[in-house]
């Protein structure tokens, strides 16, 4: 199964996860929950211990985010003209490319030089290099079919 598949069954299992109403946190966000609950029982003499939480929430809602990874929308790629981003295709396990708004596709390094393949064209575009999970052993765990 190649890295295009992987995705596919990837976003397969999130799809029943969140249909039968079961999500999985990850651990930025059980972190920054700890926080925020500890953050309400500080009292106002307590501003700096404050601030170092606010920025403690704040880095972890960066990794987060990077965790996530969620496949880019067209919205995002044209915000993102000349910056790397990972793609994923069914002939291409995973490689790096550069953003080129101008013609709405990615640009590759290659051996003969630069080439270039238009955007959503049979590929998942994310702004980090993507993390697979296999989300099978949650899906055993609640008895939900992967249908």
Same mark, same amino acid.
């Given at each position: 199964m190649n890295?295009?598949?992987?995705? @596919? $069954?990837?976003?397969?299992? &999130?799809? &029943?996860? *969140?249909?039968?109403?079961?999500? #999985?946190?990850?651990?930025?966000?059980?972190?920054?929950?700890f926080i925020e609950a500890v953050l309400k029982t500080l009292s106002q003499h307590e501003e700096? /211990? *404050?601030?170092?939480?606010?920025f403690s929430i704040k880095a972890l809602l960066?990794? $987060?985010? $990077? @965790? @996530?990874?969620?496949?880019?929308?067209?919205?995002? /790629?044209?915000?993102? %003209? +000349? @910056?790397? #981003?990972?793609? #994923?295709?069914? %002939?291409?396990? !995973?490689?790096w490319g550069i953003v080129n708004t101008i013609n709405e596709s990615i640009l590759f390094?290659?051996?003969? +030089?630069?080439k270039e393949e !238009?955007?959503? %064209?049979?590929m998942y575009i994310f702004?980090?290099?993507k993390n697979i999970k296999d989300y099978s052993q949650i899906l055993e765990k609640y008895n939900l079919k992967d249908e």
């Open positions: 890295e295009y598949e992987k995705i @596919e $069954q990837m976003n397969h299992q &999130i799809y &029943i996860m *969140k249909k039968n109403k079961k999500t #999985v946190l990850s651990k930025w966000r059980k972190s920054r929950e700096k /211990l *404050k601030d170092a939480l606010e960066t990794m $987060q985010v $990077q @965790e @996530e990874n969620s496949p880019l929308k067209k919205s995002n /790629l044209v915000r993102l %003209d +000349g @910056e790397p #981003v990972w793609v #994923v295709s069914y %002939d291409h396990d !995973g490689r390094p290659t051996n003969e +030089g630069i !238009g955007w959503f %064209d049979g702004r980090y290099k």
